[in-house]
């Protein structure tokens, strides 16, 4: 499921839910190895597992046999995600939050994922589905890369 | 008993639910069940033990506040206890902390 380098990892899944927990555990290792603190792990972790989400219930409507691919990369500076997926493509404008004064459930994943990280992109794809592109600027913890 | 809600204990007329293993899209909709059927019952005050859910992402928290408004409509009592750092973090960063009432020990959501 997933080649990987040291500072690099690569998985593709597909658009299953039952995927979403292994997927987490690899991206913890992931940026564990390459020495991120615990508060900036789970704020990547948790962005991705949300665009994960939206992927499976937007793009790919719950349809669980769709192909996604997930990428990370480290750069010693930034951490750069990729997720592309091949489904419905939902208009840039249109994908934001709900007011959070709005206590409802549902609408938070997008609020989350520019919370949690520095940069988030939704690109289209001229061979359809959609690559979304977040990066993170990290701190190190010393001695760990 | 839903697969995510590990333990139920009633006394009188508060519930203790116990909730475990990571909440996401996958297991949200089982825990969203376990809650309706405590619902059932008619508490009046129910106390959701957290300690044992490493994870939970905003399809969890949509179900917590799902029940929350259905006790807000119900005049139940919700109390939440034992959120570990990363559940904080989702309550931090959704703005739900307030909106909850989250105690930090089980005995002061007895209380």
Known sequence: MSPEKNNKLEICIKSDPAALGEVRRKIDDFVARVGLGDEEAGEIVLSMDEALTNVIRHAYEGRTDRPIEISLIDDGETICVEIRDYGIQVPVGKIHSRDLGDVRPGGLGVHIMHECMDCVKFLPQKNGGTLLVMKKCVKRHMGNK | ?111
């Open chain 2, 1 to 111: 008993m839903s697969g995510v809600i590990k333990q139920t204990d009633w006394q009188d007329k508060t519930v203790l639910v116990v909730v475990g293993g990571d909440i996401d899209m996958h297991t949200s909709a089982e825990l969203q069940k376990g809650f309706q059927e405590i619902l059932k019952n008619k508490p009046e005050r129910i106390i959701v033990n957290l300690t044992a859910v490493p994870y939970m992402d905003s399809s969890g928290v949509a179900s917590l506040v799902k029940l929350l408004s259905t006790s807000r409509k119900s005049k139940i009592d919700l109390r939440l206890f034992g959120l570990s750092k990363r559940v904080k973090a989702v309550f931090d960063i959704t703005r739900l902390t307030t909106v909850f009432n989250i105690c930090n020990t089980q005995e002061e959501a007895m209380g």
